[in-house]
Each structure stands twice: as C-alpha cells, then as structure tokens.
Antibody, heavy 122, light 106 residues
Framework: QVHVVESGGGLVKPGGSLRLSCAAS????????MAWIRQAPGKGLECIAY????????TYADSVKGRFTISRDNSKNLVFLQMDRLTAEDTATYYCARDLKQWVIGTFFDNWGQGTRVTVSS | EIVLTQSPATLSLSPGERATLSCRASQSISTYLGWYQQKPGQAPRLLIYDASDRATGIPARFSGSGSGTDFTLTISSLEPEDSAVYYC????????FGQGTRLEIK
C-alpha cells in the first residue's frame, strides 16, 4: 500500500528557512516523479515543484523559483523541500504527492500525504 | 500560464440528483485534465485523469468528459459523502488548478 508522510512544518519568521521532508513507501520510489503542492488557508492548490525519479529534472513554479529547492534521496525513499527567504505568502499546508504514472513527467497525482503546515509570521 | 475557470462556485443539490461541474481552460489543453475531490481537513483525492479515465477505486457514478477548452465532471447520483470541494487540474503546460467548486448535499 502506498504511503506518503510529510514532516518539518512549523512557525518561521519572514526571511527565515525551513526544510520539509516526505517519506514514501509501498512502491518503487525511484520510478516516479514526486511533487510538492501547497494550499494557502482557505485557498486553492498550487504545484510548486517536482522532481524526476533520477533527480535529473527539477521544475519550479515562478512563485518559488530561486528560493525553494526540491531534492530526493532514493536510497531512503525521501523527498525534501528546502525553503529559503520565506514570506507571509508562503504560509500554507504543504503536500507531497506521487505522480500517477511511472517514468512520465508531470501528469496527475494519485497519492498524497496528509500535509504539513507552514506559517510564516513575525 | 494556463488558467482554469470552474463553475459554478457553489452547487447545492439533494441526494440522488445529478451534479454537473464545469472547468474551462484559457487555451486548448487537449485532454490533459484531471479532477480531484477534497473534503475538509483532508488531502485531495484524484477522481479523473486524462479528462475521462477514472482513477483506481473511484465509483462509477463519477465521470469526466471534454477536450480542448471545455470539460465536465458529472456525478450521476449524489451520495451524502460527495459533499466536498472539487478541483480541476491541467498538465498541458506546467501544472495548474482551478479555483474549485464547492458541492453541498442538502
């Protein structure tokens, strides 16, 4: 059974940094693209980054480009999101999600974690 | 950026009724569209991908149609547990989501 669990959220001051982790299990981890998708309080969904199975391809939304870095460790079935220069607009629940199809870029997301909340406030 | 516009914003129907949710893309996206259901406090759940394919475990009362710029999610006979916010998502150019349709079951 596929399982995805995020951790690392919390309260951080504007300009600060935070590193989110996502632990995955129940599937051949290195075969799948993984993504981070966030949802501001009471708002819709925004895909902010995804990474290919081999980490060769990493893509970011314009809203986080240059501030956030996605990475993965296939030996430990982990995905990370390093978030720097945080602003209030980054306050959201951050979800880690698995791509629907093996080896294919950016399709749809069929397995999500429960989310980890990030609050940026002084 | 491809913008997805969902309508209506809110839909209120009774159990057993048919629900029709719309998603319109700002430019043609072929059939690169999916639908998600999100209940309060939960992560989204994939219902439909590639415009009309049901994801694993999704009941047959959920169906999707459309191509190009106009898409529809139909729930043929509403159950009380279908109360949720429904989002469409495109993968034609990057990945973007619609703003959601809130479905209330009376």
């Amino acid at each position: 059974q596929v399982h995805v669990v995020e951790s690392g959220g919390g309260l951080v001051k504007p300009g600060g940094s935070l590193r989110l982790s996502c632990a995955a299990s129940g599937f051949s981890f290195s075969d799948y693209f993984m993504a981070w998708i966030r949802q501001a309080p009471g708002k819709g969904l925004e895909c902010i980054a995804y990474v290919s199975g081999t980490s060769i391809l990493k893509t970011y939304a314009d809203s986080v480009k240059g501030r956030f870095t996605i990475s993965r460790d296939n030996s430990k079935n982990l995905v990370f999101l390093q978030m720097d220069r945080l602003t209030a607009e980054d306050t959201a629940t951050y979800y880690c999600a698995r791509d629907l199809k093996q080896w294919v870029i950016g399709t749809f997301f069929d397995n999500w974690g429960q989310g980890t909340r990030v609050t940026v406030s002084s | 950026e491809i913008v997805l516009t969902q309508s209506p914003a809110t839909l209120s129907l009774s159990p057993g009724e048919r629900a029709t949710l719309s998603c319109r893309a700002s430019q043609s996206i072929s059939t690169y569209l999916g639908w998600y259901q999100q209940k309060p406090g939960q992560a989204p759940r994939l219902l439909i991908y590639d415009a009309s394919d049901r994801a694993t475990g999704i009941p047959a009362r959920f169906s999707g149609s459309g191509s190009g710029t106009d898409f529809t999610l139909t729930i043929s006979s509403l159950e009380p547990e279908d109360s949720a916010v429904y989002y469409c998502q495109q993968r034609s150019n990057w990945i973007t989501f619609g703003q959601g349709t809130r479905l209330e079951i009376k």
